[in-house]
């Protein structure tokens, strides 16, 4: 499986929206009946930090402007209104078979 | 509160050895899946390996395979990696991460830089 996060790089203005697209190389609807992709924010100079889950489970602690979305090869992460702590970058990863970070969104404002 | 606490990063020259250590702490480790996902300077996230709950069952990137070896201590609450034969492009930070289920990683150690040269 093959992650293509789109764009790479993205700046946006304070308040204003954000979307970043991961596209994977084949359906990762796995046979359990689960999507195994999951989003991660890392912030300069810090590790990362899951924000979802199995596509749109928002972690505890998330602030609820952050969300996912998608199914089969498409998803998308979200951000409402973005601030000044969104800074950073943005992984997707797919969890099954052989773990598969996609290359990274670097946001900044 | 969940946490991984990292150590044994360090410089090292080709072909060199470094073994670094994870102690889990705020959850119940004996049960949980680990891993390591490393990151080279400027670069992205790759995963490197994981551990089953026992210790008998691991996965690992082809370029490390033979070269590195994870571990767990569960009675110390503590992962390990041991790296061998280590080359520049092992160069990155290293973290330790808790793997609830298929990589959903929900809890990262602070990292430690390794640097090969």
């Known amino acids: 499986v093959v992650l293509t996060q789109l764009p790479l790089s993205l700046s946006v203005t304070l308040g204003q929206p954000a979307s970043i697209s991961c596209r994977s190389s084949?359906?990762?609807?796995?046979?359990?009946?689960?999507?195994?992709l999951h989003w991660f924010q890392q912030r300069p100079g810090q590790s990362p930090r899951r924000l979802i889950y199995?596509?749109?489970n928002r972690d505890s602690g998330v602030p609820d402007r952050f969300s996912g979305s998608g199914s089969g090869t498409d998803f998308t992460l979200k951000i409402s209104s973005v601030e000044a702590e969104d800074v950073g970058i943005y992984y997707c990863?797919?969890?099954?078979?052989?773990?598969?970070f996609g290359q990274g969104t670097t946001v900044d404002i | 509160e969940m946490q991984l606490v990292q150590s044994g990063g360090g410089l090292v020259q080709s072909g060199g050895s470094l073994r670094l250590s994870c102690v889990a702490s705020?959850?119940?480790?004996?049960?949980?899946?680990m891993a390591w996902v490393r990151q080279a300077p400027g670069k992205g996230l790759e995963f490197v390996t994981n551990?089953?709950?026992?210790?008998?069952?691991?996965g690992y990137l082809d370029s490390v395979k033979g070269r590195f070896t994870i571990s767990r201590d569960n009675a110390k609450n503590s992962l390990y990696l041991q790296m061998n034969d280590l080359r520049d492009e092992d160069t990155a930070v290293y973290y330790c991460?808790?793997?609830?289920?298929?990589?959903?990683?929900?809890?990262w150690g602070q990292g430690v830089m390794v640097t090969v040269s």
């Open positions: 991460a808790r793997d609830p289920a298929y990589a959903a990683f929900d809890v």
């Open positions: 705020g959850f119940t480790f004996s049960s949980s899946w």
């Open positions: 551990i089953n709950v026992d210790d008998s069952h691991a």
């Open positions: 084949q359906s990762l609807l796995h046979s359990d009946g689960n999507t195994h």
């Open positions: 199995r596509v749109s």
């Open positions: 990863l797919h969890g099954a078979n052989w773990p598969t």
